[in-house]
């Protein structure tokens, strides 16, 4: 995959050397166009020495405009409200926006990541609205200090990934739970467990990458869910419960990452002394993932089932129970006491269960995503 990363004159200019790093490393080769007010902030040579490609910024004989003006992506980043009030009008009056509009005329894909002034952001509203009905990406930038800033790089990654990707989730709703639920024993002490909810997170974003509208419902994570997600935040066993239930219907996949606690605490409204010994009774919390079909029979429903120090086949025996209870449609288990596999590791080692096992050696767990959602895909759309 090839790009084009178009960077303006604003101060943000000075994140594109990272971005277009990041772009490297998820395997796209990245060719930039750079406008006068971007090369007064930063040195053509930073970026072509982060790209590895001759940086223009200037239009020659060579028509570069026309040459790179079909290429898998154009991401505009930093997108002033020069280049977006322009682009707007289709006024090819410097590289960039000629490279733009040139490119709007074969139908190329195009990202903005806009970076300016609050006030300025609002002022040009009216033209960022004309360029979305025309098919136009833009990546809400952080809204803080009174300014419209930059995006985070994950951010504008994973919407680059989406916009060249196959699209194979695209109109699907995705629902991922994640994270490990917080059970109260009294207004300052709970149980939880040692879920990170990065499995959780990877799964969102891998769908997000294959074009899913792409919903959270989070317990305590130890990561942060990227702004193009939505997220709804919970705490108990019941809260996730309650926040799954209201939009189940409305979901065509359903993976259920998060791992829940399986019992709760009666609750004390003050707080217990520490003085005395203290005797907890605890009481099961509902399996949320065996309610799902009740709710919508059509869903696909991935479950998880967690293990620890278990022979091959005490896995699969739970988890094939797991699976027969729930009526999921593809089960992911792992023992957590495998090395280099544990709770907060950024690796896993999964085997995959529905009408065949497949076992997936000690991966990243964004290799894992890959290929559990290719297996959702697959068996998905039989």
């Known amino acids: 995959m090839k790009i084009v990363l178009c960077v303006t004159g604003s101060v943000a200019a000075v994140e594109t050397v990272k971005l277009a790093r990041e772009l490297k490393r998820k395997g796209f080769r990245v060719k930039c166009f750079m406008s006068d007010g971007a090369c007064d902030i930063i040195s053509p040579y930073a970026l072509e020495f982060a790209t590895g490609e001759d940086v223009v910024t200037k239009l020659t004989g060579k028509i570069e405009h026309v040459k790179f003006a079909h290429e898998d992506l154009i991401l505009v980043a930093p997108a002033t409200a020069n280049v977006i009030s322009k682009f707007a009008y289709k006024i090819a009056d410097n590289p960039i926006n000629t490279l733009l509009v040139t490119a709007s005329g074969y139908g190329t894909p195009i990202i903005f990541a806009p970076s300016m002034h609050q ?8 033209n960022i609205q004309k360029l979305k009905n025309e098919g136009v990406i833009f990546i809400d ?10 995006p985070s790089i994950e951010n504008i990654i994973l919407q680059v990934q989406k916009a060249t990707s196959n699209g194979e989730l695209t109109d699907k709703n995705v629902l991922v739970s994640a994270g490990g639920t917080y059970e109260d024993i009294d207004p300052i002490r709970g149980i ?5 909810g990065k499995m959780g997170l990877e799964l969102a974003k891998e769908a997000f990458r ?8 989070t317990a305590r994570m130890d990561v942060d869910v990227p702004p193009v997600i ?3 935040k919970v705490e ?4 996730m419960q309650s926040e799954i239930e209201k939009i189940l219907e409305e979901q065509d996949i359903f993976i259920a990452a998060a791992a829940v606690s399986d019992f709760a605490v009666e609750k004390k409204e003050s707080k217990i002394s520490s003085k005395n010994e203290l005797i907890l009774k605890l009481k099961p919390t509902p399996k949320i993932i065996n309610q799902v079909k009740k709710h919508n029979p059509n869903l696909f429903l991935v479950g998880f089932k967690a293990e620890y120090s278990v022979s091959n086949d005490q896995l699969l025996d739970s988890t094939r129970k797991r699976m027969h209870e729930s009526g999921a449609d593809l089960m992911v288990a792992n023992d957590v006491a495998t090395e280099g596999a544990s709770f907060g590791s950024d690796q896993n080692q999964v085997v995959l269960v529905d009408d065949q096992v497949l076992e997936v050696p000690l991966s990243t767990k964004e290799e894992i995503s890959a290929v559990i959602m290719d297996r959702i895909v697959e068996k998905s759309f039989e």
Do not use: C, L, W
């Open 236 to 239: 108990s066993t019941h809260q």
């Open 119 to 126: 006030s300025m952001y609002q002022a040009v509203d009216e």
């Open 192 to 196: 939880t467990n040692r879920s990170s």
């Open 210 to 217: 294959r074009g899913a509208d792409v919903t959270m419902v």
């Open 141 to 150: 930038p952080h809204d803080e200090e009174n300014k419209a800033k930059f």
């Open 230 to 232: 939505n997220q709804i």
